[in-house]
């Protein structure tokens, strides 16, 4: 099992920047595919982002791409958004999720494909 504990969330600015960070208890933090997904108020989760095991491929949703990098430390037991050109859309809730993956690269998009979460850290960006 892992442990999920987000942090960095706040108040910014449109065009401002967040680092988002997610520490993973446990000692096996590299077995697992790692995501973020984020619910703003009166909508379904939506996949942000993912990233392999090793950190070497990664995916975003269209709405995010160019504007958004994840990355990882398996040192630290670290995920990590990085969210730069926010938008006032980009207002949620966000969540990082894992799933105990093999070694083929598979970056799951979908919620219910994850089994572990955190609690969420607001998000909020004023225009």
């Known amino acids: 099992q892992v442990h999920l504990v987000e942090s960095g969330g706040g108040l910014v600015q449109a065009g401002g920047s967040l680092r988002l960070s997610c520490a993973a208890s446990g000692r096996t933090f590299s077995s697992y595919v790692m995501g973020w997904f984020r619910q703003a108020p009166g909508k379904e989760r939506e996949f942000v982002s993912a990233?392999?095991?090793?950190?070497?491929?990664?995916n975003y949703a269209d709405s995010v791409k160019g504007r958004f990098t994840i990355s990882r430390d398996n040192a630290k037991n670290t995920l990590y958004l990085q969210m730069n050109s926010l938008k006032p859309e980009d207002t949620a809730v966000y969540y990082c999720?894992?799933?105990?993956?093999?070694?083929?690269?598979?970056?799951?998009?979908?919620?219910?494909?994850?089994?572990?979460w955190g609690q969420g850290t607001q998000v909020t960006v004023s225009s």
């Open positions: 999720a894992a799933v105990l993956s093999g070694p083929i690269v598979n970056l799951r998009t979908r919620a219910d494909e994850y089994d572990y």
């Open positions: 990233i392999s095991r090793g950190g070497t491929s990664t």
